[in-house]
């Protein structure tokens, strides 16, 4: 069966320092591979996404997430954290067939002080 | 477009009472998923439609919980009857094949 984790449930980061968030993942074949963002009170939104190709994508608000086969891992990554990325990240897996649902990982709270 | 739209934001009543939760997917969209989310348990699946018909539920709970959807702009979740153990986050999602998941802003439920 198809499952995410996500080790670290919650981590502090300073402002203008860098962020990587972990993502392994247990899938049967090549998956599609999902980071999305909550912020309080709202629903998820999309980061980015891995389907094919080249295995760093970048996405939005300066992320970026590069997919490792070997390690199954798929982590999100910025250069510089700003205070509004403060939030809860997902990272989910899904499949190739159509309309197939998203497995999402438990989250991680992201904190960003001063 | 308005995204996906849910009704209500918060509810709350009391155990033993049914629990409408509705979803209006994006038009255009043809795939519709009832998730739940908990801090212990995280985002849960609980059932997703393809244009209009049920496919996997076997992430609904128990037979307490059904969810319907009559035509492609509308789908209901229901509780009947709630308990407390019920309480969490509820989002519907919806996309066009392939591509990505729109989610609605979700239902805060508290059974008390």
């Known amino acids: 069966a198809q499952s995410v984790t996500q080790p670290d449930i919650h981590i502090t980061v300073s402002e203008g320092a860098s962020l990587e968030l972990r993502c392994n993942y247990s899938?049967?074949?090549?998956?599609?591979l999902f980071w999305y963002v909550q912020s309080p009170g709202q629903g998820l939104q999309l980061l980015l996404k891995y389907f094919s190709g080249d295995t760093l994508v970048q996405g939005i608000k300066g992320f970026e997430a590069e997919f490792k086969r070997s390690q199954s891992s798929f982590n999100l990554r910025k250069p510089s954290v700003h205070w509004s990325d403060a939030a809860e990240y997902f990272c989910a897996v899904g499949g190739h067939s159509g309309n197939t649902p998203l497995v999402f990982g438990k989250g991680t709270r992201l904190s960003v002080i001063a | 477009d308005a995204g996906v739209i849910q009704s209500p934001r918060h509810e709350v009543t009391e155990m033993g009472q049914e629990v409408t939760l509705r979803c209006k997917p994006i038009s255009g969209h043809n795939s519709l998923f009832w998730y739940r989310q908990t801090m212990m348990r995280g985002l849960e699946l609980l059932i997703y439609f393809n244009n209009n018909v049920p496919i996997d539920d076997s992430g609904m709970p128990e037979d307490r919980f059904s969810a319907k959807m009559p035509n492609a702009s509308f789908s209901t979740l229901k509780i009947q009857p709630s308990e407390p153990r019920d309480s969490a986050v509820y989002f519907c999602?919806?996309?066009?094949?392939?591509?990505?998941?729109?989610f609605g802003s979700g239902t805060q439920l508290s059974v008390l």
């Open positions: 899938y049967g074949a090549t998956p599609y």
């Open positions: 999602a919806s996309n066009r094949q392939d591509e990505k998941l729109f």
